[in-house]
């Protein structure tokens, strides 16, 4: 089996010109597999052997190992794909895991900064300090431009057009777009472009590198931001993808139709973009429900905290914060 697994990685870069990232995640869905089934039988089996039941004890203790809904469709999805190959190739007759159904996703909304908290972390790290100017350009970039870590950093000089305000970026698929860069984050690039001690890669000057001049990868990047995390005190849960999230949320609520958050966003459906719908909702609902002279639910129970019968219904919750709330005042799509 190993030894088809190697041959579908090959045809993923090869023949899909799949992203290294793509390849990695395909690579350890598959090998865990393996790992898996040579546990059970002492031995890696070849493909042709491997069952439908065998990929159901497979799913089922990933289940009992607690991972994800959405962790496990994953890689049934890598199993689908790897299976459908060697259908192709002829080292399977039929495909195993076909008959096998994602579990029904859990749907939860992404974790968000408000536009104070946003202007908080980006104003973390110090100026007076090499590092810190390269990670308040990242911060800035991060947030302007609505970005994912993986097409931050592979962000070149060559990528850039300052003077309009542009970055060209490679999104999921290699699908290139271009994306806007407010006056906050051009101003922080240039600041650290004059900083920065950059070694070529391939000929290409990467904008983003460590301290040893090399690009900066996106495990550096998160720990660069559980750094500013305990030194701000904001949420613990937020990661480099919650500054896209803040992006896009941000957006929503300041007006901007979805169809232009989802090109900005880069995403090939709607749907992926909708999910910021419902966080913008449920904002407008907060404010609705605290405002509103009759927000009241059937039965007569008062949402906002009033007390119906001595018990305490719905405690107040702060308002989400728009756009212009900050301090700062400024727009997400000017940083």
């Excluded at 005190?233 to 989802?262: E, K, M, N, W, Y």
């Excluded at 999910?275 to 907060?286: P, Q, R, W």
């Excluded at 949402?303 to 900050?326: D, F, L, M, T, W």
């Amino acid at each position: 089996m190993l030894e088809a697994i190697q041959r579908f990685l090959t045809y993923l870069k090869v023949e899909r010109n799949s992203s290294d990232y793509t390849i990695k995640s395909y690579k350890e869905d598959l090998t865990s597999l393996a790992e898996f089934l040579a546990e059970d039988d002492g031995r890696t089996p070849e493909p042709q052997q491997i069952t439908s039941l065998d990929l159901r004890g497979y799913v089922a203790a990933l289940h009992e190992a607690g991972y994800a809904k959405s962790s496990i469709s994953r890689r049934l999805a890598s199993l689908r794909s790897f299976f459908r190959f060697g259908q192709r190739e002829g080292l399977v007759d039929s495909n195993p895991a076909k008959p096998l159904k994602n579990p029904r996703p859990e749907r939860k909304l992404p974790h968000f900064l408000t536009t104070d908290e946003i202007g908080k972390l980006l104003q973390a790290p110090p100026l007076d300090d090499t590092m810190g100017t390269r990670d308040r350009a990242i911060f800035e970039v991060l947030y302007s431009a609505g970005l994912r870590v993986s097409e931050l950093v592979g962000i070149n000089d060559s990528s850039l057009d300052l003077e309009d305000g542009y970055v060209r970026v490679a999104g999921k698929g290699k699908r290139e777009r271009l994306a806007p860069l407010g006056s906050f984050a051009i101003k922080a690039i240039r600041k650290w472009q004059r900083q920065r001690r950059a070694k070529t890669e391939n000929g290409k000057m990467p904008l983003f590198v460590n301290k040893f001049g090399k690009r900066i990868t996106t495990r550096s990047i998160g720990r660069m931001v559980e750094k500013y995390l305990m030194v701000t005190g904001l949420d613990l849960r937020t990661s480099p993808h919650t500054l896209r999230h803040s992006f896009a949320t941000h957006l929503l609520d300041a007006g901007a139709d979805i169809r232009s958050v989802q090109e900005l966003l880069g995403h090939k459906s709607l749907v992926t973009t909708q999910i910021y719908t419902h966080v913008s909702t449920a904002g407008l609902k907060d404010i609705y429900e605290k405002a509103h002279p009759r927000a009241k639910l059937v039965g007569g129970k008062k949402i906002g905290g009033k007390k119906i019968g001595g018990k305490k219904i719905g405690a107040k919750k702060a308002p989400i914060q728009g756009p212009r709330s900050s301090t700062s005042q400024q727009n997400p799509a000017n940083r």
